[in-house]
């Protein structure tokens, strides 16, 4: 959440007003991104048992504030879920009724929420849809979902010593195999203001998913460099042939292909050394594990709502 009470305010008053008090105590961490402002104290009632302000140090970005909230809650050894969500509505409060439904029949699995009716404009979806295919080829992955899941503590433990978490929390759980159950939901609209995330962001963010396949990715690119370097070699080759053993006359553009040919064919041998090196450099350093390095990042955890002792149902 950045700079955006006004919509975090609202998605309490929604959680609070779908689940019975009788059956859930909710605990909420709202990952406070470096806003501008602070959170108000709130009077709330009901499954609510206690909402945490956690303020970041610096402005980390929305898969590092999602890393932050796992390993804080995973910490929790009374937590039997932990659902991952937007604080502006988007993410809505039915749909997580629905998957925590679900997951209280099924505690083996991950539900995630998979979007069947989004309300982004026709840009949005048109670059959505080239990711998504460029992402399955490139990793031989399929990834239709987003952040808003609700996972058992166990799985959120593991992901919280999972260093992939901090660039893409999604592509982290296809990555780590998780047992993974997607759920159609519709994407709501937000209860106020406009998305700080923009064109440049969403490239990154999906980079970022792209990064955690990034040895898959490098064996498809040596696979496509040496198509790359077969294809010049033949193409050169054909040429050659042409000059040396036929009586048929050699365009001009002859050496102009040649050239092309041989920068291709260079381009082919370099590209998979160079990443080689960066892979492997890469797999030599230690992995930063966000459960070691979240307390870096959290400046306070502010604590703006706590249920009384006398409220807390006798049975859950």
Not at 83 to 90: I, L, N, R
Not at 164 to 190: C, S
Not at 203 to 211: E, I
Request: proline share 4%; aromatic share 10%; hydrophobic share 50%.
């Amino acid at each position: 959440m950045y700079n955006d009470w006004v919509s975090f305010n609202r998605l309490l008053l929604d959680i609070q007003a779908l689940f019975p008090r009788e059956t859930f105590d909710i605990v909420i961490y709202a990952i406070d991104d470096c806003s501008d402002t602070l959170a108000q104290p709130l009077a709330l009632n009901g499954p609510i048992a206690a909402v945490n302000i956690v303020r970041l140090s610096m402005n980390v970005g929305h898969q590092r504030a999602i890393a932050v909230g796992l390993v804080l809650a995973a910490e929790r050894p009374s937590a039997d879920w932990i659902a991952v969500m937007d604080a502006d509505g988007e993410d809505r409060p039915e749909d997580l009724r629905t998957l925590v439904t679900m997951a209280a029949d099924a505690p083996d699995k991950v539900f995630v929420a998979l979007r069947k009716k989004r309300s982004e404009g026709v840009s949005f979806k048109l670059f959505y849809w080239l990711y998504v295919r460029a992402f399955k080829m490139l990793t031989g992955k399929s990834i239709r979902f987003g952040n808003f899941s609700v996972l058992p503590r166990r799985y959120a433990v593991r992901l919280a010593h999972n260093g992939n978490v901090w660039n893409h929390f999604a592509a982290t759980l296809v990555q780590a195999k998780m047992p993974l159950e997607a759920i159609p939901t519709i994407r709501g609209t937000r209860y106020a203001g406009r998305s700080s995330m923009n064109f440049v962001s969403l490239v990154t963010h999906g980079l970022g998913a792209m990064s955690v396949f990034s040895e898959a990715i490098f064996v498809r690119i040596i696979l496509m460099s040496g198509l790359l370097l077969g294809a010049s070699l033949i193409g050169s080759l054909t040429v050659i042939a042409m000059r040396l053993f036929t009586f048929v006359t050699v365009p001009g553009w002859a050496t102009s292909v040649l050239g092309f040919a041989a920068l291709l064919s260079v381009q082919a041998i370099v590209t998979p050394i160079l990443m080689a090196f960066m892979l492997l450099n890469n797999r030599s350093a230690l992995q930063i594990v966000p459960k070691d390095t979240v307390l870096n990042l959290v400046e306070s955890v502010i604590p703006i709502y706590e249920r009384e002792a006398a409220e807390v149902p006798e049975q859950r």
